[in-house]
């Protein structure tokens, strides 16, 4: 057969709409391919701009600008911390870190949070005025975004104020904002919320996946949803912090992190299995991403933080000065701050980064399974 006058079921040009679909001239059906996917760095627009960014090509052009530039100030920000805990003498590089680096990273995730959370609230607002076939975003989208806003506030808040309640002391002047008291008050509300955020991502990203969560389900089946998993022993944490701020003993802030180790090692567990049933490269970045964190906050705190305030103790004539727990100490060259530095990045720089990636993963998700169950709602 003459390959010129042969016909072919694929056909780039001289089409027409009929009926709905995409016909030629001769009347022969012709598959219309999608248009190609946005470059990984250019998708990461609807993170800045929102959602349907990455159909313009400006707009994804000006989100991998600010994905690049995020980046870059990670980068500086990681290696002034690296130089500054290696060389001792780096005073100034170290002050910047506490004076800038640090509030103004807890101060950005504190931003983005608040969108995200302005984002859903609009999408809520607008779909309960929609008919019910619509997408529906629930309560849960609100608690998981709401609480990293207010986890990232916490690490904002603390950022500006940093001090140590452990040892009631500070590097600003003493005032009622940190003060022992209202820094472990901001502190406990931040460190809740978290919790809760991510307990309600696991759970929720376990049913979607079909995975198993739940470390202890062998044994405490009826007890292994959310809140025995987590929100128990985060109270349980909270008190304990509470008592080595009113007590003094520090053996209490060491039982703390015991127990938090309890609950990154439920975490590691849960984004274990996730990471197992994992269905794109998103999910498998993000559930990994969750299991490394939770297994660097497990020895983070087995062989940093628990052997720091297992031999801590407040020095007798500073105790001596503290008049209660509203009132901190002032010295802004106590070797304390640099002892301290690693907690004070990873906390209020990586972790409220985290909680913030962790809600805009759980709105995409959520809006991606929504879309695919109205889909087959249709079909």
């Known amino acids: 057969m003459d390959s010129t006058t042969s016909s072919s079921p694929l056909r780039a040009r001289n089409t027409s709409k009929l009926d709905g679909g995409i016909k030629s001239e001769d009347n022969t059906e012709e598959i219309v391919l999608p248009p190609p996917n946005a470059p990984n760095l250019m998708r990461l627009s609807s993170f800045w701009l929102g959602e349907g960014a990455t159909k313009s090509p400006h707009y994804g052009v000006l989100g991998a600008l600010l994905s690049m530039v995020a980046a870059i100030v990670g980068l500086v920000a990681g290696t002034l911390f690296v130089l500054s805990w290696n060389i001792r003498t780096f005073v100034q590089g170290r002050n910047f870190l506490f004076d800038l680096v640090i509030p103004f990273s807890a101060g950005t995730s504190l931003l983005i949070g608040v969108l995200l ?4 609230t609009i999408m809520w607002i607008e779909n309960h005025s929609m008919p019910k076939n619509k997408i ?14 207010l986890f990232a506030f916490s690490c904002f808040y603390r950022a500006l104020n940093i001090a140590d309640e452990g040892a009631a002391m500070c590097r600003g002047s003493p005032t009622p904002f940190n003060a022992p008291v209202s820094g472990r008050f901001i502190a406990t509300l931040g460190e809740v919320a978290l919790v809760v955020q991510v307990s309600i ?10 995975a198993v969560q739940g470390l202890w389900r062998t044994i405490f089946h009826r007890y292994t949803s959310m809140p025995f998993s987590t929100i128990l022993p985060v109270i349980f944490a909270e008190v304990m912090s509470w008592s080595g701020v009113i007590s003094g003993n520090s053996k209490f802030y060491c039982a703390e992190y015991v127990i938090w180790m309890v609950i990154a090692f439920t975490w590691a567990w ?9 269905r794109s490269y998103s999910e498998t970045v993000m559930h990994a991403a969750i299991l490394l964190g939770s297994i660097g906050l497990f020895f983070f705190n087995a062989f940093f933080e628990i052997p720091h305030f297992f031999k801590y103790q407040r020095d007798g004539t500073a105790a001596a000065h503290i008049p209660g727990l509203w009132e901190c100490i002032q010295d802004e060259s106590s070797p304390l701050w640099m002892k301290r530095l690693p907690f004070f990045f990873c906390y209020f720089i990586g972790c409220s980064w985290s909680s913030v ?4 993963r759980f709105m995409r998700a959520f809006r991606k399974s929504s879309l695919n169950s109205s889909d087959s709602k249709k079909a």
């Not at 959370?117 to 859903?120: C, G, I, M, W």
């Not at 529906?136 to 806003?149: E, M």
């Not at 849960?270 to 994992?278: F, H, I, T």
């Open 201 to 210: 991502y696991i759970q929720e990203t376990a049913v979607r996946l079909g």
């Open 270 to 278: 849960d984004s274990a299995e996730l990471l197992n049933k994992s």
């Open 136 to 149: 529906k975003f629930g309560r849960k989208g609100l608690i998981v975004c709401g609480s990293s806003v």
């Open 117 to 120: 959370l302005s984002r859903l």
């Open 357 to 360: 990636a962790v809600a805009y």
